[in-house]
C-alpha cells in the first residue's frame, strides 16, 4: 500500500482530481449536466434501491422507471456522475449537487492524466511523461471538458485505458492478460458509442505487425494464426456492457438495437466552420484536424508536430528511438500513430455530424500528448546538456499552454492558439467564438449584480437551454432566485450570446440594437455575450 501511495501516477492522480473539483464552482453550465446528472441520480437510486430490496428493484416497472432517463448513452460515466452527487451532496452536504456530480468528470480527467503519465513514462523516463501529462491539462479546451457531467472525457479515459491494458498484455496470452483485457475495453464500451473504435485500432495494429508472417507457398498465402483476444475481448467486453446496463435488462435485443439505430440516424447539429453554417451536409472531413491546429495552445501544437515526426520515422523504421538494437522498436510509435489516426479519423471521414469543436474525438488528446512529450525528448536532444535544459525546454514549451488558460478562464471553448490569432484571428478565419449553449458563471452573477428585483430575462438565439440551465445555477448561489428566465423580448433584460451558428443571429443582433446595451462581455477584443436593457 504504501509503494502505491508513492507512485508518481498515482500522486498525479490524486493532485489533479482535487484540483479540478476545487475549481468547479468557476465552470458554467452545458446543456449536457441537464441530461447526465438526473440520469446518474437515478441509476445511483436504483442501485441504493437494488442492495436494500433486489426483488423490487429487477422488476421490468422499476429498471424501467430509473433507467429510462438518457438511455441513448451506456452508463458507465453516468454510474460515477450519480455516484459523485451522492457522496458531495446527499450524504455530505459539502457541495451543490451540481458540482458534487461533477466530482465524477474529475475522476476521469485524472485518470486519464495519470495514463498518459503511465504510458509515456515507459518509453521518455519520468520528466518527459510529467510533460506530457501537463500538457494535456494546460489545453483549455480538454480542461473544461473534464469539469463538467459529459460523456466525452470519460471515454476519453476508459479508452486511453483500453489502449494502456493492451499495450501491455496483449503478447502475454495468459488467462489473466485476457481478463484484464477484457474488462478495459468491456468498460470502455459501456462509456460511449465510439469507444470500439479502440478495439479496431489493435485490429489494424495486429494486422500491420503481422505483414511480416505473410507467406507464400505453392499451396497460396498462409496467414498467421488469429490470436485469442481478438475473439475474446469484443465478446467479453459486450458482456460487461449489458451487465453494467439494467436498461437493457428486459428486453435485450430490441433495447440494444434501439440503442445502435439512435447512433446510426443521429440528428444534425449545426457547426460554423470556415464562415458557414453546416447542418446537412455535415461539416467536411478537414474541420477536425483544422480544429485541432486551431485550438492548440502554439507552444504545445510545435512539441506535437516534431514529435509525430519522430513517431513517424520511428514507425517506418528510419531512426531507432534509441541506441538498443531491436527489431520492435518502431511498434511503440506504429501503435500510437495507428489509434490517433483512427481516433480522430472516425469523426472526420464518417457520415456524422461534426460539432461541437473538439468533444467528439477527444480519445485522440491523450495519444496527441504522448506525441509532445516524444517531440520534448527531441528538442531536448538539440540543447547543450546541462542541469537547466530540461526544466527550462519544459517550461518554454508548456508556457503556451499557460498563458491560454488564464487568458481564457472560464471562456475555455473560446480558447484558440496564438499562431491563429487567438480567438480575435480564429473569428476572422471563419470559426465559431463558442458554442454548446454554456451559461456561463460570470453571466449568471453579472445578472444578480445588475437586475431589479423579479426581473425577466430571456436569451437570444437559443433560449430553450438557458433555462434548462439556470435552477442548476441558482441552486448554486450563482443566479439570483428571483430572476425570471422568461418574457421572450418583453423582458427586462435579453442576452445576445453570439453564436452564428443559427441561422437568424444576424436578423437577431439587428432587431435588438433597437434596445439599449447595458454591457458587452469581451474575450481577445471578441464579443461573445452583450445585454440589452428595455
Known sequence: MISRLKNPAFLLFIAVFCTASLSLPEVGVTDDDDFYLPAGHSYFRWARKALKDPALALRKDQLDAHWSLNREHPPLAKWLIGAGRY????????????????????????????????????????????????????????????????????????????????????????????????????????TKLNAPFTLFACGVFWLVESVPKFRGDREGIRFPELPLWLVVVPLGGLIIQVGLWPWLWPDLIDRYIEYVRFHMGHYPIYLFYDGQIWDRPFAPWHAPFAYTWAVLPTTLLFAALVGTAVLVRQAIGWERFDRRSSPNEGRFARFILIHAFIAIGTVAFSPVPKYGGIKLFLP??????????????????????????????????????????????????????????????????????????????????????????????????????????????????????????????RADVVILTHERRWRNFADLAEKLKRRPALYEHQVDGVVLWTAFGR
Open 364 to 489: 485522440f488528446f491523450p495519444l496527441l500528448a504522448i506525441a509532445m512529450g516524444f517531440g520534448l525528448q527531441r528538442l531536448l536532444e538539440a540543447l547543450p546538456q546541462r542541469k537547466w535544459s530540461l526544466p527550462l525546454l519544459m517550461a518554454l514549451l508548456l508556457s503556451s499552454g499557460v498563458i491560454d488558460s488564464w487568458k481564457y478562464r472560464g471562456q475555455e471553448l473560446s480558447s484558440f492558439g496564438a499562431h491563429v490569432g487567438g480567438l480575435s484571428g480564429a473569428v476572422q478565419r471563419g470559426y465559431e467564438r463558442q458554442y454548446y449553449d454554456v451559461f456561463d458563471r460570470h453571466l449568471a452573477r453579472w445578472l444578480s449584480e445588475n437586475t431589479k428585483p423579479d426581473a425577466r430575462v430571456y436569451f437570444e438565439p437559443n433560449h430553450k437551454e438557458y433555462v434548462r440551465s439556470g435552477p442548476y445555477l441558482k441552486r448554486t448561489g450563482d443566479l439570483r432566485s428571483d430572476i425570471r428566465l422568461s418574457g421572450g423580448h
Open 87 to 190: 457522496l458531495g451532496h446527499e450524504s455530505t452536504g459539502l457541495m451543490p449537487a451540481l458540482d458534487a456530480g461533477r466530482l465524477g468528470t474529475c475522476f476521469f480527467l485524472a485518470l486519464v492524466v495519470s495514463l498518459i503519465f503511465a504510458l509515456a513514462r515507459e518509453r521518455l523516463g519520468t520528466m518527459p511523461a510529467l510533460f506530457a501529462a501537463l500538457a494535456f491539462l494546460l489545453i483549455p479546451r480538454l480542461a473544461f471538458h473534464g469539469r463538467v457531467n459529459t460523456l466525452d472525457m470519460p471515454v476519453a479515459a476508459m479508452s486511453t485505458l483500453f489502449v494502456f491494458t493492451f499495450w501491455r498484455l496483449h503478447r502475454q496470452g495468459t488467462a489473466k492478460a485476457l481478463a484484464l483485457m477484457t474488462l478495459a475495453f468491456g468498460l470502455a464500451l459501456s
